[in-house]
Nanobody, 124 residues
Framework: QVQLVESGGGLVQPGGSLRVSCAAS????????IGWFRQAPGKEREGVSC????????YYADSVKGRFTISRDNAKNTVYLQMDSLKPEDTAVYYC?????????????????WGQGTQVTVSS
């Protein structure tokens, strides 16, 4: 059974850090581009960061550049998103998604598999 499971979300104060994880089962993560998307109430789902399956190249949305870092551990079938210097506007449900192939795409509809999401709330 193909499954993506996010974990690590929670409540953090502005300026704090969180690391969210995306664990895959039922397929080999190493063949897939992994994207992190987020959706805040009343807003469309937006691409936050992606990592290629081939050369490790990455994409970051302008709003998170320099604050978020994506990484993957294919041996553990897991992708991570380290989020530092968090801001209240980062509050959202964070989803990971998998797209078969080597090329990064930041269009949610293109992705093959999705996790259930994890809530990240940045508030004092």
């Amino acid at each position: 059974q193909v499954q993506l499971v996010e974990s690590g979300g929670g409540l953090v104060q502005p300026g704090g850090s969180l690391r969210v994880s995306c664990a895959a089962s039922g397929f080999t993560l190493g063949y897939y581009v992994i994207g992190w998307f987020r959706q805040a109430p009343g807003k469309e789902r937006e691409g936050v960061s992606c990592i290629s399956s081939s050369d490790g190249s990455t994409y970051y949305a302008d709003s998170v550049k320099g604050r978020f870092t994506i990484s993957r551990d294919n041996a553990k079938n897991t992708v991570y998103l380290q989020m530092d210097s968090l801001k209240p506007e980062d509050t959202a449900v964070y989803y990971c998604a998998a797209l078969f192939g080597p090329l990064i795409v930041v269009v949610p509809d293109e992705y093959d598999y999705w996790g259930q999401g994890t809530q990240v709330t940045v508030s004092s």
